[in-house]
């Protein structure tokens, strides 16, 4: 199957007198319908690694390729356009707009990418929600939400603009087990029901022993992947 995302000998180095390296030398592939988890200790490079694979950061060695496309010579503003129409992120914290319901919340990124009309995207968002088990809690401001319904409302939200591909850093992060096994459902779902590639750092061990492929980090490196695909 064709990589919707191949990174080559990808690496970050923060400048400086004394440079840090962030990530060094990382090859990998983030296929459609496949479910990745990246794990491995705090401080060696997990965050960064997701954020240099959603455009949110730029490397400073080797290459991305998003749907055999580099990434490199793309500039700040193309780069935001490749992340609104094809990426969904979904954080520890959700980053919801706090003064704003979550069916406007849904609505955002289908309204900034400006190819559905307002009707059109109300339509989508409540039917986001719904998939997220939200029905009845469209008009409600994050504030009036569980965490775990705040987090699903996250995803709906990254699920907009019909994206690709959807990185998590620690999706599950702020939840109990019992919201947390709803989040990793969804997530899973979007993978092996939907065909979506999704790729999420994290520290659960429910959500790293579901994945179809482990990347192990260490130290800023890539240790191991398993790919516990049948025929991998
Ligand atoms: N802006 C920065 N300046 C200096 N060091 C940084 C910066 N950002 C990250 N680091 C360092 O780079 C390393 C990797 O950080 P990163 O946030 O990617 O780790 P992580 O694996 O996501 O950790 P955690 O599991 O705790 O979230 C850490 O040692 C961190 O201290
Ligand atoms: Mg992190």
Redesign the pocket.
């Known amino acids: 199957m064709s990589a919707i995302l191949e990174a080559r000998g990808l690496g970050r180095t923060?400048p400086g007198e004394r440079p840090?390296v962030?990530v060094h030398d990382i090859d990998l592939t983030i296929e459609p319908g496949c479910f990745t988890a990246i794990v491995?200790p705090?401080?060696?490079?997990?965050?960064?690694l997701l954020y240099l694979l959603g455009l949110l950061d730029r490397p400073t060695a080797g290459e991305l390729l998003f749907e055999g496309h580099e990434m490199s010579g793309l500039s700040g503003d193309e780069r935001a356009q490749v992340r609104l129409e094809h990426l969904g992120f979904v954080f520890q914290f959700h980053f919801l707009l706090p003064e704003f319901s979550a069916l406007e919340n849904v609505m955002l990124p289908m309204r900034r990418l400006g190819r559905l009309d307002i009707d059109e995207a109300e339509a989508r968002a409540r039917a986001l929600l719904a998939e997220m088990a939200l029905d009845g809690k469209e008009g409600k401001t994050p504030d009036k939400l569980s965490g775990g319904e705040r987090q699903r409302v996250a995803i709906a939200r990254a699920l907009a603009n019909d994206p690709a591909l959807i990185l998590g850093d620690e999706p599950t992060g702020n939840l109990d087990s019992h919201n947390s096994a709803r989040v990793v459902e969804s997530l899973l779902s979007l993978a092996h029901d939907q065909g979506r590639a999704v790729a999420c750092?994290t520290h659960d061990l429910a959500i790293a022993e579901q994945a179809d492929v482990r990347i192990e980090m260490l130290d800023g490196r890539i240790e191991k992947i398993v790919d516990r695909r049948v025929g991998a």
């Open positions: 923060l840090v962030l491995g705090s401080g060696c490079g997990k965050s960064s750092v």
